[in-house]
């Protein structure tokens, strides 16, 4: 059953133009939103995060917005550049017991950024 | 700055066979990961770890062991390989800390099983 969901497997924009990638989830007890960026053959790095006492979190081009009653969260991409062109993916963290810190990803959503 | 070290990079196996992905962080961090990673079904949590000596199950688990004996390394053992096991498996590791701190992963072990 999986937790995080990302319903678009891909999403096309043009270079300049905002990017706005979707996750919806649905345990109550995630406390922590993490977005990993990846590129081929490579692992995923991380890119930005959001506390779920916020609802905004911004890092120069890329913002993310937490939507805690409607169990949803984007990642705004301004402006998308060609180097943005990579699989994306959501991941959620739930405070648990033993501090873990195990994370829920995300399918993941290719975007690519056409010039 | 090497981070997360994956070892191999790629491996073709045959049915039956065994073998361990070595995992090498120099970061001294506490926890480290082991995921599966499959088309359309994101990244699968397989076993991990809070600290040296320990290891628990993850989302995964079944048809794999591990083993943390030491703090910068954390192995994933297939004892007998299955087709079902062809994926590509990634490593992380994460420091101390809230539940922001994001994970650090390697680059990745291409894995087929023949």
């Known amino acids: 059953d999986q937790q995080v969901k990302q319903n678009s497997p891909s999403l096309s924009v043009q270079e300049g133009r905002i990017s706005i990638l979707n996750c919806d989830y649905t345990n109550s007890m995630f406390d922590y939103f993490l977005w990993y960026k990846k590129y081929p053959a490579e692992g995923p790095t991380f890119l930005i995060s959001?506390?779920?006492?916020?609802d905004k979190n911004e890092d120069g081009r890329f913002t993310v917005f937490l939507n805690k009653s409607a169990k949803h969260l984007s990642l705004h991409i301004v402006p998308s550049q060609p180097g943005d062109s990579a699989v994306y993916f959501c991941a959620a963290s739930a405070h648990t017991w033993g501090n873990d810190y195990k994370l829920s990803f995300g399918a993941g959503t290719t975007v690519t950024v056409r010039a | 700055n090497a981070g997360v070290t994956q070892t191999p990079k790629f491996r073709v196996l045959k049915t039956g066979q065994s073998m361990t992905l070595l995992c090498a962080q120099d970061?001294?961090?506490?926890?480290m990961y082991w995921y599966r990673q499959d088309p359309g079904m994101g990244l699968r949590l397989i076993h991990y770890s809070v600290g040296e000596g320990t290891t628990a199950k993850g989302e995964v688990p079944d048809g794999y062991n591990v083993s943390r004996l030491k703090k910068q390394n954390f192995l994933l053992g297939l004892e007998s390989a299955a087709p079902s096991q062809t994926s590509v498996y990634f490593c992380?590791?994460?420091?101390?800390?809230?539940?922001?701190?994001?994970?650090?992963f390697g680059d990745g072990t291409r894995l087929s099983i023949l």
């Open positions: 992380a590791s994460r420091g101390k800390g809230t539940g922001n701190q994001p994970q650090h």
């Open positions: 959001i506390s779920s006492i916020k």
């Open positions: 970061m001294n961090h506490e926890y």
